[in-house]
Antibody
Framework: QIQLVQSGPELKKPGESLKISCKAS????????MQWVKQAPGKGLQYMGW????????TYADDFKERFVFSLETSASTAYLQINNLKNEDTATYFC????????WGQGTLVTVSS | ETVMTQSPTSMSTSIGERVTLNCKAS??????VDWYQQTPGQSPKLLIY???NRHTGVPDRFTGSGFGRDFTLTISNMEAEDLAVYYC?????????FGGGTKLELK
């Protein structure tokens, strides 16, 4: 069956960087784009952008153009979200989702940024 | 960007009740709206895509409708497992945007 499995929770300090992975299985990785969604604690869903899994071209929503990087390791059917120069407001759960439509979601990766 | 406004933000319901959730777009998005259900601690689940198409395995008590700016998700016969937060998502304009969500609670 189709699965997206994300890497585990992260605890980081402000200014540090991290890289979250999202490994796809059960389908041809390049058949669907990979989307990224942020959910701050107790808040709603915020669309971050997507990466074309055929070309590797990322597209970012306005709020995520500065410190965020989407990338792929196609041979491993894996997408990555890198966040540089972490800030307290990056504390959130980050989801990957294949689509559109976003039929399949990862389990989410909790990122906590605290000094 | 297109702003999606969901109403109400929360709703108290009873088991067996008919529930209507609304989503209004700040500009026309055609039929390019999905609905997602999220329970606490879980990832969102796709319920409806393309405004009115039920995703595989979604019970037929969930119905989506709408076009342009106004969209509706109806749960015809509320069940306990439907207590969740529901989000609409538009992808008719770039970037895609989510509504703020509607939380369904028990009366």
């Amino acid at each position: 069956q189709i699965q997206l499995v994300q890497s585990g929770p992260e605890l980081k300090k402000p200014g540090e960087s991290l890289k979250i992975s999202c490994k796809a299985s059960g389908y041809t990785f390049t058949d669907y784009a990979m989307q990224w969604v942020k959910q701050a604690p107790g808040k709603g869903l915020q669309y971050m952008g997507w990466i074309n899994t055929q070309t590797g071209k990322p597209t970012y929503a306005d709020d995520f153009k500065e410190r965020f990087v989407f990338s792929l390791e196609t041979s491993a059917s894996t997408a990555y979200l890198q966040i540089n120069n972490l800030k307290n407001e990056d504390t959130a759960t980050y989801f990957c989702a294949s689509g559109p439509p976003f039929a399949y979601w990862g389990q989410g990766t909790l990122v906590t940024v605290s000094s | 960007e297109t702003v999606m406004t969901q109403s109400p933000t929360s709703m108290s319901t009873s088991i067996g009740e008919r529930v209507t959730l609304n989503c209004k777009a700040s500009q026309s998005v055609g039929i390019n709206v999905d609905w997602y259900q999220q329970t606490p601690g879980q990832s969102p689940k796709l319920l409806i895509y393309g405004a009115s198409n039920r995703h595989t395995g979604v019970p037929d008590r969930f119905t989506g409708s709408g076009f342009g700016r106004d969209f509706t998700l109806t749960i015809s016969n509320m069940e306990a497992e439907d207590l969740a937060v529901y989000y609409c998502l538009q992808y008719g304009s770039i970037p895609p945007t989510f509504g703020g969500g509607t939380k369904l609670e028990l009366k």
